[in-house]
């Protein structure tokens, strides 16, 4: 947790629990390919998760699905 007792990312800690409490975005999160995702934008970042998404329609499903889950909570 940053000073301003935010998580990276600038998301609040009940907002990450509300999230947490989504089945749709938790199912989503557990799958082995968004796994791989998300090391893939801890790695190499936004350029890496665009290239991706480029080469892969199945990835570029799961982040729009992830955005509209997260976009849905707030």
Known sequence: ??????????????KL???MGNQELMALLQSPKMQDVMKLMMTEGPEGLQKAMEEDDQIKNMVIQLNEVIQKSQ
């Open 17 to 19: 629990m509300q999230l």
């Open 1 to 14: 947790m940053g000073a301003d007792g935010k998580l990276p990312g600038g998301m609040s800690p009940e």
